[in-house]
């Protein structure tokens, strides 16, 4: 169970692709082969997918996975490295923060329904709430290593 927490967001992410990958092999098979489509199929493909690439950011930024510019922050000595390190992670903290806000007016807002479910899209969208407030809590715990690191020369 503890390691399911270390990587929730690959193994939620992964049911979401794997139920899109199933219901689009679905659609195409029931298309070419017995002639008909489900109605549904796109829109929850769609809403999977959406799912799986917002958890799937917040792991990579997780794992210190994303990519980033780094030419000019090599030639940097360690300690300045370090403080740079501190206020990248701050500035991080407040963007991702404030895409959280945003985030979650636009999907408390948001009155709009899928067409062929009638579903609200705030179940689609709300992925992006989740993304943004996990990125959210990363950001502040980069935040606390890299101050005990650049300050406090601690390494983590």
Known sequence: MKEFFKKFELYIGSVFIGITVLVVGMNVFTRYVLKFTFFWAEEVAVGCFVWTIFLGTAAAYKEKALIGVEALVILLPEKSKNILAFFTHLLLLLLSAVMLYFSFTYVTSSSKITAA?????????????????????????????SFKKAFLNKKN
């Open 117 to 145: 479910l009638e579903v609200s899209y705030a179940y689609i969208n709300s992925s992006i709430i989740i993304s943004f407030g996990l990125m959210t809590i990363y950001s502040f715990i980069f935040a606390v290593q």
